[in-house]
C-alpha cells in the first residue's frame, strides 16, 4: 500500500512539472503566432477531446504522465505561415526557453507557499567558538553572512551547499557579514583538529537517522554505505533520531577499533563493519543558522527567489561534481530512484501529520521543478538547451541550420538520452535491491 501510495505522490509531482513545463512553450507559442495542433494532458490514447476555433485540439489522454504541446512543423521542414519555423529566430528562442522558464515560476510559486507557512533559514551565526580563529578575526554571534568563500549567500542551506561541494581544506575562510548596517569581510585560517571519523553527514533535527551524503573514500564509503541509508544501531545501542546518532557519536568518540552498525536501506537492514580513519578536520569556528523564522510579505516574496537560486545552484554543483568525479555516477538518480526518495520521503514524515508530510512533498516539488528547468537548459541535443544552442549557432553564423542536419544531431541525441535512461534506471534498481 506504501509503495502505491509513493508511486501516486511520484505520479502527480511529476506529472504537475511536465504539464507547467508543456504549459510554457503552449502559451509563449500562441503569443508568436504559431499553430498549435495539440495541447494534451497526459499520455496515450485520448480519453476526452474538444478542437477550439483556434484549430487547437485540447484532450486529456489515459496515462497521466504530465502532457505535451504539439506546434505546426516543429520537427519538419515547414515553412507554412504559423508553423514553428516560419517564425523569426528571437520568436523561436522565446518559445524554446519558455518551458524550463515556467518550471523555475513553478518553483518560485510554490517555495512562496513553504516560506510563507514556515518561514526561511536566514543565514546569520547562531554561535562563535570563543577563542577560534573566527572569533579572534571578529566574527560575532547575530552577524547575518552574505557571502561564504565567494560565494553570494542568503541562507543558511547555502552555506552549507559551499561546505558540501567545496569541503574546507586549509584554505583561508573568506566571509562577509552584516552588523548593525555596515557590512565587513574578514579572512583567516580555519581551525583544525585530528581525529577518528567514519565519514558522513546527517542532520540532527531529522526524524530519523538518515546519511545525507558519504564522501568518497571514507570509511562509511568503504563499507558499502551510501546516501539516503538509515543508521538503526551502532555497537549494540539502538538509533532512532538524527538527535540519537548524535549523543552517541558525542558519548563515544571513534577510536581505531572497529565499529559494527546496521543500516536499513529500502526497508532491508544491513550490518556492516567500518574502520575509522585518522583524518585531519578542519572547522570554520562557527555555527550557522538552519531554524526557519517568519518573514513579513516583502521577505516572503524575496526569500522565495532565494529558494529558486538555492536550487538552481545546488544542480549546477552537483553537475560539476559529477563531471570533475568528486561524485560517482553510482550516486546519480533516475525516475525509479526519485519515485523511491518520495516514498522514503513520505514514509518519513507521515507519522508528523499532514502539513509537514504535505510541506515536505512540496519542497521536493520546488527541488524537482528547478531541476527540471536545470536540466532542460543544457545545450544537450533532443532538450530544450539543445535547440537554444543550434538557435545561437544560427544567430552567430547568419544562416539557418540545414533541417536534416538539425534533425539528424537530436536524433543522436535522443538515443544517447535514452542510453543514459536505461543506465539511470538499471543503476535505480540494482540499488533497490543491494
Known sequence: MQTLISIIIALIIFSVLVLIHEFGHFIVAKKCGVVVNEFSVGMGPRLLSRVAKSGT?????????GGSCAMLGEDEDNAEEGSFNSKPLWARMAIVVAGPFFNFILAFLLALIVIGYNGVDISYVSKVTEGSNAYEAG???????TKYNGATVSVGREIYLEDYVSPLDGSDISVTFVRDGKKQTISYAPDSEERYIVGISYYETDPKATISSVPKGSAMDQAGVVAGDEVVEINGTKISTGKDLKE???????????????????????????????????SSGFVYNLARDKQSVGGVLKYSLVEVRYEINTVLKSLKMLVTGKVSANEVSGPVGIVNVIG????????EGFMVTLFTMINLAI?????????????????????????????????????????????????LLMVLMVFLIFNDIRKIIL
Request: a positive charge; proline letters at 6%; glycine letters at 6%.
Open 367 to 415: 527541488m524537482l521543478s528547478a531541476n527540471l528547468g536545470v536540466m532542460n537548459l543544457l545545450p544537450i541535443p533532443a532538450l530544450d538547451g539543445g535547440r537554444l544552442f543550434l538557435y545561437i549557432v544560427e544567430l552567430i553564423i547568419r544562416r539557418p541550420i540545414p533541417k536534416e542536419k538539425e534533425g539528424m544531431i537530436h536524433f543522436i541525441g535522443f538515443i
Open 57 to 65: 485540439r485540447y484532450s486529456i489522454k489515459a496515462l497521466p504522465l
Open 344 to 351: 522514503d520521503t513520505y514514509n518519513q514524515t507521515k507519522s
Open 139 to 145: 566574527l560575532r554571534q547575530g552577524d547575518r553572512i
Open 248 to 282: 552517541y557519536i558525542d558519548a563515544h568518540p571513534f577510536g581505531k577499533e572497529e565499529i559494527n552498525i546496521t543500516v536499513k536501506r529500502n526497508n532491508k537492514e544491513k550490518k556492516v563493519v567500518v574502520v575509522p580513519q585518522m583524518t585531519k578536520l578542519y
